[in-house]
């Protein structure tokens, strides 16, 4: 029988494990750029994770059919969205506009996500969500259009936040990618390692384009740090799904902004404690990822 609110507390942990992920990569920025090389460790460790406790954990793989090939077809979209998308351009966006800035512009997952999800899987915008969608465009809005926000040149922070949104809308069509894909191979840790191999191959291509600089040097322990916890929060979040329902890892999700604020400024000091502004858009995004979800 599992515990109440097992669901639930592995969610908090994912959402504890991305922003201490995000926290080290903004730590290990302070004193070497990250020039992909945090991005494919954590994409690597993630496929060891998650082969591992697939092959401890995992289901008997089922015989191969149309359905099956396609799920295979749309974990490797997934990944490749997540992994060289979404995640190359969170470790860049952390380390240009700072952890704190970053976890807010994460809360635009849930909107490119809602938006594919009715462009590409037939499901409708009913009113709590167009209202969550509002509300955390509006905390986006606030994060972005304050002024005098210390740490970064003016250009590095405006480019930091634009990866940013490269980034939530990589982890939203990853989302959507994976809800498809789960109809055919209903297995999140399979999923997650079909991901992870199409996420590294992509990594592989994009070296061969830029020359070996992704493999020339070793990483540093912070981006060890950084690669190990956001597997951790990756892997931690299928779980959740697993024990809980999607409307309560959604909204306990957005607690990582709170969690990123706590740990930058508190505990390894990277930032500056965020003042007012933070708190509104803080309580705006929680309130449209909530909007969101129990719409």
């Given at each position: 029988?599992?515990?109440?609110?097992?669901?639930?507390?592995?969610?908090?942990?994912?959402?504890?494990?991305?922003?201490?992920?995000?926290?080290?990569?903004?730590?290990?920025?302070?004193?070497?750029?990250?020039?992909?090389?945090?991005a494919l460790l954590s994409v690597v460790?993630?496929?060891?994770?998650?082969?591992?406790?697939?092959?401890?954990?995992?289901?008997?793989?089922?015989?191969?059919?149309?359905?099956?090939?396609?799920?295979?077809?749309?974990?490797?979209?997934?990944?490749?969205?997540?992994?060289?998308?979404?995640?190359?351009?969170?470790?860049?966006?952390?380390?240009?506009?700072?952890?704190?800035?970053?976890?807010?512009?994460?809360?635009?997952?849930?909107?490119?996500?809602?938006?594919?999800?009715?462009?590409?899987?037939?499901e409708r915008i009913t009113g709590p969500?167009?209202?969550?969608?509002?509300?955390?465009?509006?905390?986006?809005?606030?994060?972005?259009?304050?002024?005098?926000?210390?740490?970064?040149?003016?250009?590095?922070?405006?480019?930091?936040?634009?990866?940013?949104?490269?980034?939530?809308?990589?982890?939203?069509?990853?989302?959507?990618?994976?809800?498809?894909?789960?109809?055919?191979?209903?297995?999140?840790?399979?999923?997650t390692l079909i991901g992870a191999v199409?996420?590294?191959?992509?990594?592989?291509?994009?070296?061969?384009?830029?020359?070996?600089?992704?493999?020339?040097?070793?990483?540093?322990?912070?981006?060890?740090?950084?690669?190990?916890?956001?597997?951790?929060?990756?892997?931690?979040?299928?779980?959740?799904?697993?024990?809980?329902?999607?409307?309560?890892?959604?909204?306990?999700?957005?607690?990582?902004?709170?969690?990123?604020?706590?740990?930058?400024?508190?505990?390894?000091?990277?930032?500056?404690?965020?003042?007012?502004?933070?708190?509104?858009?803080?309580?705006?995004?929680?309130?449209?990822?909530?909007?969101?979800?129990?719409?």
């Amino acid at each position: 029988m599992a515990l109440p609110f097992a669901g639930e507390a592995v969610a908090l942990a994912s959402a504890f494990f991305y922003a201490a992920g995000a926290v080290a990569i903004a730590k290990g920025a302070q004193t070497r750029a990250d020039d992909g090389g945090g991005a494919l460790l954590s994409v690597v460790v993630t496929g060891a994770m998650a082969g591992g406790l697939w092959l401890v954990l995992g289901p008997p793989l089922p015989p191969g059919g149309a359905e099956v090939w396609r799920g295979v077809l749309l974990f490797a979209l997934a990944g490749v969205l997540a992994n060289l998308i979404g995640r190359l351009l969170m470790f860049r966006s952390v380390a240009l506009a700072g952890a704190i800035e970053t976890g807010v512009l994460r809360r635009l997952i849930s909107v490119f996500a809602a938006a594919l999800a009715v462009a590409l899987l037939g499901e409708r915008i009913t009113g709590p969500v167009a209202l969550g969608v509002a509300l955390i465009f509006a905390a986006v809005a606030v994060t972005v259009l304050r002024r005098g926000v210390p740490g970064g040149t003016g250009a590095g922070r405006a480019l930091g936040r634009a990866l940013g949104v490269g980034s939530a809308a990589g982890y939203g069509g990853a989302y959507v990618a994976r809800k498809a894909a789960l109809g055919g191979l209903p297995d999140p840790l399979i999923g997650t390692l079909i991901g992870a191999v199409a996420g590294g191959l992509s990594y592989g291509v994009l070296a061969l384009r830029r020359g070996p600089r992704l493999a020339r040097r070793w990483p540093s322990g912070w981006q060890v740090a950084a690669a190990a916890l956001i597997s951790l929060g990756q892997i931690a979040q299928f779980f959740a799904l697993s024990l809980t329902t999607v409307t309560a890892v959604a909204v306990i999700g957005a607690c990582e902004m709170f969690f990123s604020a706590w740990l930058a400024a508190a505990v390894l000091r990277t930032e500056p404690w965020p003042g007012p502004v933070f708190l509104l858009s803080s309580t705006l995004a929680l309130a449209g990822a909530a909007a969101i979800a129990f719409g």
